[in-house]
């Protein structure tokens, strides 16, 4: 009977082959769903467009794979129960940590639109959201992508690269929405609330000051259109801020609030 490795091997070939991963995942029931995490994360890796890494690296990752994959099952041989959101989460948290020990997410922090890495950048962005599920950790971590916009934007800008700085101040944007409908929808306890409220206001002010520095350079440079454009995105993320301040104030509030007590008969 092939072992768990041959088998992902197998699923492997079929997904790069477009044959039917069904077919394969059947003759494998009892392992199915480790086999269907360990696709999962591949992909999720492969989407990151990393520059090839030399054969020793690439066994080292599939040798972390696959060394998740049997403490995962020795975990469920003891417990009845193993949560699969947390399987996944310490198999990505490893892989990215594979990742990071070969230098290529390292390499791609200070890169920029154009640059070869800055895809690494974005992609393992999105991972780390993906994989964060306390809401007041990603409403921050949120935060923090939407300043490393302006901040990127201003580089791009001091550089003239005025096309690029925009499409990045629109990413900008869409940060600031997504954190408001997150704070506004998350079922936040109080202390979290306040200490969120505090971040946002940081985040806030970091925002509005590279938002104003594009647009001085902007200007600066004559593209008076443009910086018109960064100013009313600073406008309408200053809106969603106050929005979202006041969501996380009103949590607040329920936690400091108590009932009054009755009175003695």
């Known amino acids: ?15 790069r082959d477009g044959r039917s991963l069904h077919r ?3 003759k494998s029931p009892g392992e199915r769903d ?10 999720d890796v492969a989407q990151l467009q990393l520059p090839a890494p030399d ?8 040798n972390l794979m696959l060394a998740v994959a049997a403490h995962r099952r020795a975990s469920a041989a003891r417990s009845r129960w193993v949560a699969r959101p947390v399987f996944r989460l310490a198999l990505a948290v490893g892989l990215s940590g594979a990742l990071l020990g070969a230098g290529i997410v390292a390499a791609s ?3 920029l639109p154009g640059d070869p890495l800055y895809q690494v950048k974005r992609g393992m962005e999105r991972v780390q959201l993906s994989l964060t599920l306390d809401p007041a950790a990603k409403a921050r971590l949120r935060m923090q992508l939407a300043t490393r916009r302006v901040s990127e934007a201003g580089q791009l800008s001091a550089q003239g690269r005025v096309a690029e700085a925009l499409s990045l101040i629109t990413a900008f944007d869409s940060d600031v929405a ?7 929808a998350a079922p936040l306890q109080p202390a979290d609330a306040g200490r969120l409220e505090r971040d946002v206001s940081q985040g806030q002010a970091e925002a509005d000051g590279g938002l104003e520095a594009v647009a001085a350079e902007l200007a600066a440079r004559g593209h008076s259109e443009a910086a018109a454009s960064v100013q009313h995105s600073e406008r309408e993320a200053d809106q969603t801020f ?15 609030a108590r009932p009054s007590p009755s009175p003695d008969n």
């Open 1 to 15: 009977m092939p072992d768990f490795a041959t088998r992902l091997d197998r699923c492997l070939d079929a997904l």
């Open 24 to 26: 394969v995942l059947q």
């Open 34 to 43: 480790d086999l269907i995490d360990l696709l999962r994360v591949s992909t």
């Open 55 to 62: 054969p020793a690296f690439k066994l080292r990752t599939r």
């Open 109 to 111: 922090a200070q890169s």
């Open 178 to 184: 997504e954190l408001g409908r997150q704070v506004v």
């Open 242 to 256: 106050s929005g979202a301040k006041k969501a996380l104030h009103d949590h607040g509030a329920k936690g400091s």
